[in-house]
């Protein structure tokens, strides 16, 4: 989960440089990345990125890349196998084939995420949110999101320097995707 924000949903990150640079729009969710060839057929293990691995069932392509380009596969058939998935894609024979797809993201298209509960989104939803305060102060955009263990945290970037907020209800008070603000609550000691 991502805070208040909602889960993960196997999307990536990637830290936004400055809004003077062009940004490309984000096409592919991942939800799994390939390990290794598997047995002699054209498997691959793929380690299971999402929060929903039944999507498999209904998925009938994936993409492998990046989450701005990637190659089209049917897929075939998939299994169980201990933690991980193994795939079987349409044109991948062999066990060259799929090695060669070793490291690779295992994607679906931004359309077909899954849907979230209400008050819940994707993290990619969430970069370039401008931050505001419930006093009106405008701390700047989300430019990248750390994951730890007790709870998500916001980076912002203030001006040239990094504001680290909690993801964390007492500190999110609103996520307006529509209008790409966060309205948060400044707890004492956090700026």
Not at 38 to 53: N, S, W
Not at 75 to 83: A, C, D, F, P, T
Not at 109 to 114: F, G, L, T, Y
Not at 129 to 139: A, D, R
């Amino acid at each position: 989960m991502s805070g208040p924000a909602g889960p993960r949903g196997g999307n990536r990150r990637r830290k936004n440089q400055g809004s003077d640079l062009p940004q490309l729009e984000l096409r592919y969710l991942a939800i799994g990345k390939v390990t290794r060839a598997h047995g002699l057929r054209g498997e691959i293990a793929v380690a299971v990125l999402t929060e929903f691995p039944d999507r498999f069932a209904e998925t009938e392509w994936v993409y492998l890349g990046n989450e701005f380009e990637a190659e089209a596969y049917q897929l075939e058939g998939y299994r169980w196998n201990k933690r991980n998935i193994l795939l079987k894609l349409s044109g991948v024979a062999d066990r060259t084939q799929a090695e060669q797809l070793r490291g690779q993201l295992v994607q679906v298209p931004v359309e077909e995420a899954m849907p979230l509960p209400e008050g819940s989104y994707y993290m990619y939803q969430l970069l370039g949110l401008q931050v505001i305060t419930t006093e009106g102060e405008t701390l700047g955009p989300i430019v990248n999101i750390l994951e730890t263990g007790a709870n998500d945290v916001y980076v912002v970037d203030r001006q040239g320097k990094e504001l680290l907020l909690p993801a964390i209800a007492d500190v999110v008070q609103s996520v307006d995707l529509a209008k790409r603000q966060m309205i948060i609550r400044i707890m004492d000691g956090l700026i």
